[in-house]
Each structure stands twice: as structure tokens, then as C-alpha cells.
T-cell receptor, first 113, second 114 residues
Framework: DQQVKQNSPSLSVQEGRISILNCDYT??????FLWYKKYPAEGPTFLIS?????DKNEDGRFTVFLNKSAKHLSLHIVPSQPGDSAVYFC????????????FGKGITLSVRP | GAVVSQHPSRVICKSGTSVKIECRSLDFQATTMFWYRQFPKQSLMLMATSNEGSKATYEQGVEKDKFLINHASLTLSTLTVTSAHPEDSSFYICSARQGVNGYTFGSGTRLTVV
């Protein structure tokens, strides 16, 4: 049972346009959400996160939106740049001493020059 | 910022041998570290949670006798793949938790068993 779902395996956008990466979750105990960027044969790099007490968090070109009622979050990248081309993972965790990250399958973003 | 060093970055070993992968938090102490495995074009699958000074907690379906985890200090956790077989070939990634929600990942280890 996949608790974090990234249903679109890939996304291609033109440079300068907006990239919208979606993520859905099923576990209502999740209260912290993160987005990671990953290149092949490398570890994930943290991008941005959001707590369940917020519905938006912005950091430069990256904005994450959280819709708790829909159990949905999205990562917006604007403007998209060719260097943004990578695999993006959505991850979630629940509070507690034994908290751990649960990852989605990732989405491959390609930004065309 | 927090840095996690993972070594080696890639290793090739013969079937039946054991391989040790190290994960170090360089500038912070990590009471909890995590070990993941990633198959091609798949998600990061949590294998086990490593707690300093205590036994690791393994996820369902992960053989604890095959994947030995040792977290002897606040900055070092090791994963040993024992009696490796070709099906153990994969990309292994460690992560260290700093604070409540800070997770920093190592650069990963590509294991190839021949």
C-alpha cells in the first residue's frame, strides 16, 4: 500500500515556464512534507518542506502548496530552468520519536531549452 | 549546512562475499540514521532505522541477518551486506536525522555483485 503517490512518472516543460509536480498521500497522520531533487547515482538533495499547519511555503523559485483536506501537495517551480531537470521525490513523515520518511516513486522533470 | 558522507560510492564484489558501507554525519550528531535501497526508476525504500547504541529496526521483508546495521557512535552507522548475491545489486542510500524534521542524505553507494 503506497502511502505517498506521485502518479505522473514524467513531466516536460519549456524553459521559463512553470513546472507543477503533484503528490498525494493517504496517511492522515502525516504532518510534515518534503520535496527532494535527485540526480542518477547521487543521494537526494533537500529542496523545500512544509508543515501541516501551513498551506504554502515559498523559497525562491520553489513553492510548495498543501491541501490537507484533499491530502494533496504540489511543488511549483517558476521559472523553470534546464538545470532543474532531475527526478523529484515527494516525502512525508508523521510526528513522533520514531518518525521516518515515506517516499513517493518520483517524477522525472525535463526542462527544454 | 548538515553534511552526510557515505563511502564507498561504488563497489563491485564477488557473490558470497560481504560488503560494508559507511555513513557518517560530518558536522552534527545523529542519534538516528536510516538506510534505503533504490531500484532503477523506483522509489527509495526504507530498509531499516539505525539508532545509536541500540538495535536497528528493520522494515517488513528486510532480512536483518543479511543486512547488518551497526550504529556504534553518534556520527557513524554502517550497513554490511553479508553473503552478497547478484539480486542484492542496488543503490543504497543512508540518511541522518538532525532535530525533528531535518533529514540529510548521503551520496549513495552503487553495489554490484558479480
Amino acid at each position: 500500500d503506497q502511502q505517498v503517490k506521485q502518479n505522473s512518472p514524467s513531466l516536460s516543460v519549456q524553459e521559463g515556464r512553470i513546472s507543477i509536480l503533484n503528490c498525494d498521500y493517504t496517511n492522515s497522520m502525516f504532518d510534515y512534507f518534503l520535496w527532494y531533487k535527485k540526480y542518477p547515482a547521487e543521494g537526494p538533495t533537500f529542496l523545500i518542506s512544509i508543515s501541516s499547519i501551513k498551506d504554502k511555503n515559498e523559497d525562491g523559485r520553489f513553492t510548495v502548496f498543501l491541501n490537507k483536506s484533499a491530502k494533496h501537495l504540489s511543488l511549483h517551480i517558476v521559472p523553470s530552468q534546464p538545470g532543474d531537470s532531475a527526478v523529484y521525490f515527494c516525502a512525508a513523515s508523521a510526528s513522533g520519536a520514531n518518525s521516518k520518511l515515506t517516499f513517493g516513486k518520483g517524477i522525472t522533470l525535463s526542462v527544454r531549452p | 549546512g548538515a553534511v552526510v558522507s557515505q563511502h564507498p560510492s561504488r563497489v563491485i564484489c564477488k557473490s558470497g562475499t560481504s560488503v560494508k558501507i559507511e555513513c557518517r554525519s560530518l558536522d552534527f550528531q545523529a542519534t538516528t540514521m536510516f538506510w534505503y535501497r533504490q531500484f532503477p526508476k523506483q522509489s527509495l525504500m526504507l530498509m531499516a532505522t539505525s539508532n545509536e547504541g541500540s538495535k536497528a529496526t528493520y522494515e517488513q521483508g528486510v532480512e536483518k541477518d543479511k543486512f547488518l546495521i551497526n550504529h556504534a557512535s553518534l556520527t557513524l552507522s554502517t550497513l554490511t551486506v553479508t553473503s552478497a548475491h547478484p539480486e542484492d545489486s542496488s543503490f543504497y542510500i543512508c540518511s541522518a536525522r538532525q532535530g525533528v524534521n531535518g533529514y540529510t542524505f548521503g551520496s549513495g553507494t552503487r553495489l554490484t555483485v558479480v
